[in-house]
């Protein structure tokens, strides 16, 4: 951290630093970045020192690990050196963090987004039929759930309101 005032790069901002973020996707779910996604909590820059908060979406997610090494890599390829990556448990993250941007790029993907005004009400993302039921509160990840459209008869996964 102790660098030189005159040393300080004018290109190491927040915005910058969010920016770089963007092109950090989510490992299981590669179509959508972790800023949609409301992992990212804070950016921090003082002098040319950044700090990322990121928040799991659940407490224990497997993708954490893999999320921290893009997030990583992804700064040092954009010439930034001197960061940190902090992880914060509390508040818990929440499915109202994310963007409606992130939302409409889980639906293309062919994942249901989180639906917190009714999550009885599940849509599919293929046909676009509400008429869905529930096959397994676990999808291919924690925080999905499977679902299939009894109209298209498609299985999906469904983004798990929390």
Known sequence: MGADKNDTNPLINQSTVYQILESVTDPEIPVISIRDLGIVRDVMVEDDFVEVVITPTYSGCPAMLEIEKNIHNSLKKSGIDQFKI???????????????????????????????????????PQCGSHNTELLSEFGSTACKSLFRCKDCLEPFDYFKCH
């Open 86 to 124: 902090t992880t914060v448990l509390s508040p818990a993250w929440t499915t109202d963090w994310m963007t409606e941007k992130g939302m409409q790029k889980l639906k293309a993907y062919g994942i249901a987004p989180p639906n917190p005004t009714n999550p009885e009400d599940i849509e599919c």
